[in-house]
């Protein structure tokens, strides 16, 4: 949309074809509207009162004809606003007066660039962030498919070696050498594009939102890339902040052992019943203000666990058990809903304390797998209070999924679904889950399993099942499964179809609203 360099002249759609006729006339009848409405602004122009001195004095003045450039700017913004973006970048070139007014903010409140991931990009990107990154409302950039995959090169690349004498190796390199220059200079577009954005006016934008709010009831900021900041709250006047009921806070690009609230801010917001924020940001201290008399009783709390901010952050800060005790005593209706991303098995261990009323977690991994005592003690500790268990899985492991039940008497799933009686959605990929694990905890939950989604993939059938001829053991797992949970049911087929899978952050962040607005 953005390509400012050899645009291509627009030409009617539909133009080479019968078919695009009436759409032909369609658009020459919106071009004559245009050019009509524009005439007419123009003529209003040269008819206001005293216009012809004015227009008189500056021919005078410049001693030549006024053209195009004397239009005044409001007036270049206008016509601008009427015409595409090819159409525009055109016009500009005119003068450098149009020039000028081509990056006005409210002409671009989207902007959509595509590039090839080239070296030769990068000139043209910078320019186009430098005018319109700090003031864009909406910014989608898409890279080009085309040499991308294959590293610039095709299978011709390796200059025809022998593959019997080692050939497929040195273009494998080669390759790979390729991949690595693409992909280095695909980063540096992106880093180009994310650090123009980083003084984007959004932010500005935001404080200003908050430090005018008068009703402010509801305020939910989730991975917004660093527009909220840790001075953000300050804008907030005392009135909003003493009756607000809902904050959320999740960002985990926050650097350092910065944080987006701290205890002493948190006192402000007394009247607070539902409360999201990074796990590592959740201190004893903040449980400790949670708990004082002046608070009304906090009732939801989402808490996000990501590696990189346990890199990052200590989890020394975190509430033990009693302050868990605490505000339990404070709320006995609090539930706490948690999404570990990447967390390795032992600061799971240290995080997961008995007193904590867990109602629902979602373990997401692309590096580190969840272990079978991790969800062993989840189903013991949180029997009284789990009803919904998601565990991902997306780590790259050629020998196959990971099997929790491996050197156990029970599968942990089939545990956690007979001890949690209150389960209501259990969601499974990336895990080995055996075809008759799978029928007992569909029977053991029955229609109070609301929510059964396991991938095909992850499913596996023992070889006693495979080797029956009489039965055909799919047909035979969905129809169990089925009779047992009191509706049809089949395997997850196209895992792109869920968002739990695919986009774990933006099905967190709505679980995370409709969580909160439960109470």
């Known amino acids: 949309m953005l390509l400012f360099l050899s645009v291509p002249q627009p030409r009617p759609p539909g133009a080479r074809t019968r078919v695009g006729a009436a759409r032909v006339v369609r658009w020459r009848r919106q071009r004559l509207q245009q050019l009509r409405r524009l005439r007419g602004l123009l003529r209003g122009l040269r008819g206001r009162p005293g216009a012809g001195s004015r227009r008189r004095g500056r021919m005078a003045l410049c001693g030549q004809a006024a053209g195009a450039a004397s239009l005044p700017s409001e007036l270049i913004v206008h016509i601008f606003s009427f015409l595409p973006a090819p159409d525009r970048l055109r016009a500009s070139a005119s003068c450098s007066h149009w020039r000028e007014c081509l990056f006005y903010p409210a002409l671009w409140p989207q902007l959509r660039i595509c590039l090839r991931v080239s070296p030769a990009e990068q000139p043209r990107l910078e320019f186009l962030m430098r005018k319109c990154g700090w003031f864009v409302r909406e910014l989608r950039v898409e890279f080009a498919a085309e040499n991308y995959l294959s590293g610039g090169g095709g299978p ?277 889950v055996w075809a008759h694990n799978l029928i007992a905890i569909a029977r053991l939950r029955g229609s109070d399993l609301k929510v059964l989604e396991v991938t095909e993939e992850s499913i596996d059938f023992d070889q006693g099942e495979l080797a029956d001829q009489d039965v055909d053991p799919v047909h035979n797992l969905i129809e169990q499964v089925s009779l047992g949970l009191g509706q049809s049911w089949h395997a997850v087929m196209d895992i792109e179809s869920l968002s739990v899978f695919t986009e774990p952050n933006r099905h967190f962040y709505r679980e995370m609203q409709s969580f909160s607005e439960d109470i």
């Open 156 to 432: 011709g690349d390796g200059g025809g070696s022998d593959p019997g004498t080692g050939g497929e190796d040195v273009e494998s390199l080669q390759l790979s050498a390729r991949w690595l220059e693409v992909l280095r200079t695909y980063l540096e577009l992106v880093l180009c594009v994310l650090v123009s954005i980083r003084n984007n006016r959004i932010q500005q934008l935001f404080e200003e939102i908050l430090s005018n709010s008068r009703q402010l009831k509801w305020l939910s900021c989730g991975f917004m890339l660093e527009i909220v900041t840790p001075t953000s709250l300050s804008s907030l006047p005392n009135s909003i902040a003493n009756t607000m009921e809902h904050l959320s806070l999740l960002d985990n690009n926050v650097p350092g052992n910065s944080t987006l609230i701290t205890a002493i801010e948190l006192e402000r917001f007394v009247n607070l019943r539902s409360l999201a924020l990074d796990f590592c940001d959740f201190t004893a201290e903040m449980a400790r203000v949670l708990t004082d008399s002046n608070h009304v009783p906090l009732q939801r709390l989402s808490l996000l666990v990501h590696n990189a901010s346990v890199m990052h952050k200590s989890l020394d800060n975190m509430p033990n058990d009693e302050h868990w005790k605490a505000l339990l005593r404070k709320s006995a209706s609090l539930r706490v809903y948690i999404m570990a991303f990447d967390i390795k098995s032992e600061d799971m261990l240290k995080i997961l304390k008995p007193s904590i009323p867990l109602e629902r977690i979602h373990f997401d991994s692309y590096i580190t797998c969840v272990s079978g005592a991790i969800v062993d003690l989840i189903s013991r500790q949180y029997d009284k209070f789990l009803t919904h268990f998601i565990l991902m899985n997306d780590v790259i492991d050629t020998s196959g999924f990971p099997d929790l039940s491996d050197n156990r008497n029970e599968d942990p799933l089939v545990l956690l679904a007979w001890r949690c009686t209150k389960l209501s959605l259990l969601a499974v990929h990336g895990y080995t």
